[in-house]
Protein backbone atom coordinates (compact mmCIF):
# COMPACT_ATOMS: atom_id res chain seq x y z
CA UNK A 1 0.00 0.00 0.00
CA UNK A 2 0.64 4.07 -0.11
CA UNK A 3 1.92 5.62 2.34
CA UNK A 4 -0.94 7.00 4.54
CA UNK A 5 -0.78 10.34 6.35
CA UNK A 6 -1.86 10.56 10.04
CA UNK A 7 -2.82 14.17 11.25
CA UNK A 8 -4.92 15.11 14.45
CA UNK A 9 -6.71 18.18 15.88
CA UNK A 10 -5.40 19.57 19.27
CA UNK A 11 -8.93 19.03 20.62
CA UNK A 12 -8.47 15.00 20.28
CA UNK A 13 -5.06 14.16 22.00
CA UNK A 14 -5.50 12.76 25.10
CA UNK A 15 -3.08 12.62 27.63
CA UNK A 16 -3.67 10.03 31.00
CA UNK A 17 -3.08 12.64 33.67
CA UNK A 18 -2.72 9.77 36.41
CA UNK A 19 0.33 8.50 34.44
CA UNK A 20 2.24 11.93 34.14
CA UNK A 21 1.33 12.22 38.01
CA UNK A 22 3.19 8.22 38.72
CA UNK A 23 5.92 9.30 36.47
CA UNK A 24 6.23 12.75 39.27
CA UNK A 25 5.96 10.02 42.18
CA UNK A 26 2.74 9.50 43.17
CA UNK A 27 2.85 6.00 43.53
CA UNK A 28 5.40 6.99 45.91
CA UNK A 29 3.72 9.38 47.98
CA UNK A 30 0.97 12.08 47.09
CA UNK A 31 1.87 14.81 44.69
CA UNK A 32 0.72 18.11 46.35
CA UNK A 33 -2.33 20.28 44.53
CA UNK A 34 0.56 22.74 43.40
CA UNK A 35 2.19 20.23 41.53
CA UNK A 36 -1.37 18.94 39.97
CA UNK A 37 -2.49 21.93 39.08
CA UNK A 38 0.57 22.50 37.16
CA UNK A 39 0.02 19.33 35.00
CA UNK A 40 -3.27 20.15 33.81
CA UNK A 41 -1.57 23.62 33.03
CA UNK A 42 0.82 22.03 31.04
CA UNK A 43 -1.47 19.30 29.46
CA UNK A 44 -3.51 22.23 28.28
CA UNK A 45 -0.83 23.88 26.66
CA UNK A 46 1.13 21.25 25.05
CA UNK A 47 -1.59 19.32 23.55
CA UNK A 48 -2.19 23.51 22.11
CA UNK A 49 0.85 24.27 20.43
CA UNK A 50 1.36 20.66 19.39
CA UNK A 51 1.51 20.21 15.52
CA UNK A 52 0.96 16.35 15.42
CA UNK A 53 1.93 14.65 11.89
CA UNK A 54 2.95 11.25 10.83
CA UNK A 55 3.01 8.55 8.53
CA UNK A 56 2.45 4.84 8.18
CA UNK A 57 3.14 2.34 5.83
CA UNK A 58 2.08 -1.58 5.07
CA UNK A 59 4.93 -3.63 4.09
CA UNK A 60 4.95 -7.21 3.16
CA UNK A 61 7.79 -9.35 4.16
CA UNK A 62 9.16 -13.07 3.32
CA UNK A 63 10.15 -15.58 5.78
CA UNK A 64 13.20 -15.74 7.64
CA UNK A 65 15.73 -17.92 7.46
CA UNK A 66 18.71 -17.15 10.41
CA UNK A 67 16.22 -16.25 12.73
CA UNK A 68 18.18 -12.98 13.39
CA UNK A 69 16.70 -10.73 10.91
CA UNK A 70 13.60 -9.04 10.14
CA UNK A 71 13.95 -8.15 5.99
CA UNK A 72 11.14 -6.02 5.06
CA UNK A 73 11.25 -4.35 1.19
CA UNK A 74 15.08 -5.46 1.14
CA UNK A 75 16.14 -3.40 4.02
CA UNK A 76 17.35 -6.05 6.80
CA UNK A 77 16.75 -5.05 10.38
CA UNK A 78 18.79 -6.69 13.60
CA UNK A 79 16.45 -5.90 15.92
CA UNK A 80 17.91 -8.44 18.69
CA UNK A 81 16.43 -11.68 20.24
CA UNK A 82 13.73 -10.26 22.39
CA UNK A 83 12.03 -8.73 19.31
CA UNK A 84 12.78 -10.99 16.66
CA UNK A 85 11.10 -13.48 19.02
CA UNK A 86 8.03 -11.38 19.17
CA UNK A 87 7.89 -10.68 15.02
CA UNK A 88 9.03 -14.21 13.59
CA UNK A 89 4.95 -14.92 13.10
CA UNK A 90 4.20 -11.70 10.79
CA UNK A 91 4.35 -11.76 7.42
CA UNK A 92 3.33 -8.61 6.89
CA UNK A 93 4.37 -5.29 9.04
CA UNK A 94 3.63 -1.60 9.41
CA UNK A 95 6.47 0.99 9.21
CA UNK A 96 5.90 4.23 10.89
CA UNK A 97 7.17 7.80 12.12
CA UNK A 98 4.98 10.37 14.09
CA UNK A 99 5.73 13.29 15.71
CA UNK A 100 4.46 15.87 17.99
CA UNK A 101 5.89 19.13 16.46
CA UNK A 102 8.37 21.30 18.25
CA UNK A 103 6.18 22.99 20.32
CA UNK A 104 6.08 20.78 23.33
CA UNK A 105 10.11 20.66 23.44
CA UNK A 106 10.38 24.27 22.87
CA UNK A 107 8.11 25.57 25.75
CA UNK A 108 10.10 22.46 27.79
CA UNK A 109 13.23 23.58 26.95
CA UNK A 110 12.01 27.90 27.64
CA UNK A 111 10.56 26.64 30.91
CA UNK A 112 14.24 24.93 31.54
CA UNK A 113 16.24 27.60 30.73
CA UNK A 114 14.80 30.04 33.11
CA UNK A 115 14.92 28.13 36.15
CA UNK A 116 11.38 26.59 36.34
CA UNK A 117 12.93 23.31 36.20
CA UNK A 118 9.69 21.30 38.02
CA UNK A 119 7.14 22.99 34.95
CA UNK A 120 10.13 22.34 32.56
CA UNK A 121 9.99 18.48 33.01
CA UNK A 122 6.19 18.58 33.53
CA UNK A 123 6.01 19.95 30.15
CA UNK A 124 8.88 17.32 28.76
CA UNK A 125 6.66 14.56 30.32
CA UNK A 126 3.53 16.19 28.63
CA UNK A 127 5.32 16.35 25.22
CA UNK A 128 6.27 12.71 25.64
CA UNK A 129 2.89 11.34 26.10
CA UNK A 130 1.53 12.98 23.52
CA UNK A 131 3.36 11.76 20.98
CA UNK A 132 2.73 8.05 22.55
CA UNK A 133 -0.88 8.60 21.95
CA UNK A 134 -0.27 9.63 19.00
CA UNK A 135 1.85 6.31 18.20
CA UNK A 136 -1.34 4.34 20.11
CA UNK A 137 -3.36 5.92 17.41
CA UNK A 138 -1.40 4.66 14.36
CA UNK A 139 -1.51 1.02 16.31
CA UNK A 140 -4.90 1.36 16.23
CA UNK A 141 -5.60 2.07 12.44
CA UNK A 142 -3.27 -0.59 11.92
CA UNK A 143 -5.23 -3.02 14.35
CA UNK A 144 -8.13 -2.08 12.56
CA UNK A 145 -6.84 -2.64 8.60
CA UNK A 146 -5.61 -6.29 9.95
CA UNK A 147 -8.71 -7.26 11.89
CA UNK A 148 -10.58 -6.53 7.82
CA UNK A 149 -7.84 -9.01 6.52
CA UNK A 150 -8.14 -11.63 9.57
CA UNK A 151 -4.98 -11.16 10.84
CA UNK A 152 -3.85 -9.58 13.83
CA UNK A 153 -0.51 -7.25 14.79
CA UNK A 154 2.21 -7.44 17.83
CA UNK A 155 3.42 -4.44 20.01
CA UNK A 156 4.79 -1.35 18.24
CA UNK A 157 8.81 -1.59 18.55
CA UNK A 158 11.16 0.82 18.15
CA UNK A 159 15.36 1.28 17.29
CA UNK A 160 16.85 2.53 20.68
CA UNK A 161 14.32 -0.48 22.62
CA UNK A 162 14.93 -4.19 23.74
CA UNK A 163 18.32 -4.15 22.33
CA UNK A 164 17.38 -2.84 18.53
CA UNK A 165 20.09 -0.02 17.79
CA UNK A 166 18.94 2.97 17.38
CA UNK A 167 21.66 3.45 14.29
CA UNK A 168 19.09 1.09 12.61
CA UNK A 169 16.98 4.14 12.41
CA UNK A 170 18.56 4.86 9.02
CA UNK A 171 16.86 1.95 7.49
CA UNK A 172 13.79 2.85 8.90
CA UNK A 173 13.63 5.56 7.57
CA UNK A 174 13.87 4.86 4.07
CA UNK A 175 10.87 2.82 4.17
CA UNK A 176 8.90 5.67 4.87
CA UNK A 177 8.46 8.93 2.78
CA UNK A 178 10.02 11.55 6.08
CA UNK A 179 8.92 14.83 4.02
CA UNK A 180 5.30 13.68 4.99
CA UNK A 181 5.89 13.30 8.88
CA UNK A 182 8.28 16.23 9.28
CA UNK A 183 10.75 14.24 10.98
CA UNK A 184 14.46 14.55 10.19
CA UNK A 185 17.43 12.69 11.25
CA UNK A 186 20.79 13.52 12.92
CA UNK A 187 23.93 12.43 12.38
CA UNK A 188 23.67 10.56 15.79
CA UNK A 189 19.86 9.25 14.53
CA UNK A 190 17.96 11.69 17.06
CA UNK A 191 14.80 12.27 15.63
CA UNK A 192 13.86 15.71 15.21
CA UNK A 193 12.09 17.22 16.71
CA UNK A 194 12.40 15.70 20.03
CA UNK A 195 8.65 14.32 20.76
CA UNK A 196 9.25 11.72 17.59
CA UNK A 197 8.55 8.12 17.68
CA UNK A 198 9.30 5.36 14.62
CA UNK A 199 8.81 1.41 14.81
CA UNK A 200 7.41 -1.16 13.58
CA UNK A 201 4.37 -3.10 13.93
CA UNK A 202 4.41 -7.02 13.25
CA UNK A 203 1.03 -8.34 11.19
CA UNK A 204 0.00 -11.89 10.89
CA UNK A 205 -2.27 -14.72 11.57
CA UNK A 206 -0.30 -15.86 13.91
CA UNK A 207 1.43 -12.59 16.08
CA UNK A 208 0.26 -12.16 19.65
CA UNK A 209 -0.24 -8.89 21.33
CA UNK A 210 1.44 -8.25 25.05
CA UNK A 211 -0.47 -6.53 27.20
CA UNK A 212 2.31 -5.98 29.60
CA UNK A 213 5.79 -5.52 26.91
CA UNK A 214 8.03 -4.53 30.19
CA UNK A 215 8.08 -7.97 31.16
CA UNK A 216 9.77 -8.62 27.99
CA UNK A 217 12.06 -5.42 28.23
CA UNK A 218 15.88 -5.69 29.56
CA UNK A 219 15.52 -1.72 30.40
CA UNK A 220 14.90 -2.40 34.05
CA UNK A 221 15.70 1.47 34.65
CA UNK A 222 12.99 2.54 31.72
CA UNK A 223 11.00 6.06 33.39
CA UNK A 224 8.03 4.49 31.32
CA UNK A 225 8.43 1.08 32.89
CA UNK A 226 5.03 -0.43 34.12
CA UNK A 227 3.58 2.81 33.45
CA UNK A 228 1.02 3.77 30.66
CA UNK A 229 3.24 6.58 29.54
CA UNK A 230 5.31 4.52 27.16
CA UNK A 231 4.42 1.35 25.11
CA UNK A 232 7.45 -0.03 23.92
Known amino acids: ?49 ASLKGVYVWRDSVPQESGKEVLIDGERFRV ?3 IIKELK ?25 RGNYL ?6 LVGSAIVEWAAEQIHRIVRTMADAKGMKVTNRYSPGYCSWKVNEQQKLFRLIPPEQCGITLS ?10 VSGIIGIGPGVTFNEYPCEVCPMKNCKYRNTKAGSH
Open 1 to 49: MDPEKFQADPAQIKVDKQAILSLLGQSEQPVDKYTIDLVDRYISRCTTE
Open 80 to 82: GHI
Open 187 to 196: DSNLMIPVKS
Open 119 to 124: EGFIAD
Open 89 to 113: NATAFTVFAVTAGPGPETLASELMS
